[in-house]
Structure formats: C-alpha cells, structure tokens
C-alpha cells in the first residue's frame, strides 16, 4: 500500500485546486507526509504587443513581481485551510510550461504522490494522469 512521505500540489489557485489541497492535507494528516504547494508561472512575458516592446528591465520587474504575488497568494490559499498547521508545508513557485515544471518539481523533491485538480484554469491533469515515471 502507498504510504505517501512527500505529496506535491500543484495550483493555480482555483476552486478545484483548493479542493485539492484539501485533500492533500488530510492525506498528509493521517501518513504523517509533507506537502508541497507549488505554482507554475509562465516561462517569459510577452516582450511585444503590436508595435510595442519591453525592454529586459521591465520584463525582469513583471517577472519578479508575477513571482511575488504568487508566494502571496500561495500563503493566502494555505490560509483557508486548519489542518495546514497540523502538516509540513513548503510552498515553491516555478518557472515555464505547468506539466514540464510539475514533473521536474516531482523528480526534484522525490515526489511519491501527486495531487491535482482535474479542473482548474488550465484541465493541466489530463497531460499528467500516468506521466510520472517510476523511481527507485
């Protein structure tokens, strides 16, 4: 029988992830597992848009500043939920394409259970049902 130590969760901070979470939490709760809360932002901004472009400086303040407000909202998410005190919870903000960046997170940190809406803003759970390869 699985016995989770380490569950990642990936969000994009939807109803449907929440409720992910949730369920994470209480998995975590009762195997006594740690969670890891993580969310993919976009590789790269859009440098152009019709006759305009941005300068490096200004793509790296939109970055760092996409960067920011998801640790908050990584922190506010957890906020809604008790049992997260009761667990150990690391959050992670990531960088390029969602299932490319969940899978890497998931090799990175010895993943041994991935919970992950099967709606949310982007359905990303149909590229990854059965995609996580096998460690020994």
């Known amino acids: 029988m699985l016995r989770p130590k380490k569950i990642?969760?990936?969000t994009d901070f939807s109803e449907y992830s929440d409720k992910a979470l949730n369920q994470a939490l209480d998995i975590a709760k009762q195997y006594n597992?740690?969670?890891f809360l993580f969310?993919?932002?976009?590789k790269e901004v859009n440098r152009c848009v019709a006759d305009v472009c941005l300068?490096?400086?200004v793509i790296r303040d939109i970055e760092?500043?996409?960067i920011i407000r998801a640790q908050e909202d990584l922190k506010k998410q957890l906020g809604k939920f008790?049992?997260?005190q009761d667990v150990s919870v690391t959050t992670d903000v990531g960088?390029?394409?969602p299932y490319d960046a969940i899978l890497q997170e998931a090799a990175d940190k010895g993943?041994?259970?991935i919970v992950i809406a099967s709606l949310g803003r982007s359905g990303i759970a149909r590229f990854l049902v059965g995609a996580l390869p096998e460690t020994s």
């Open 95 to 97: 960088k390029g394409t």
């Open 8 to 10: 990642l969760v990936p």
């Open 111 to 113: 993943i041994d259970l």
């Open 64 to 66: 760092n500043q996409m």
């Open 33 to 35: 597992a740690q969670v």
């Open 39 to 42: 969310h993919v932002i976009p």
């Open 55 to 57: 300068g490096d400086d």
């Open 82 to 84: 008790a049992q997260s």
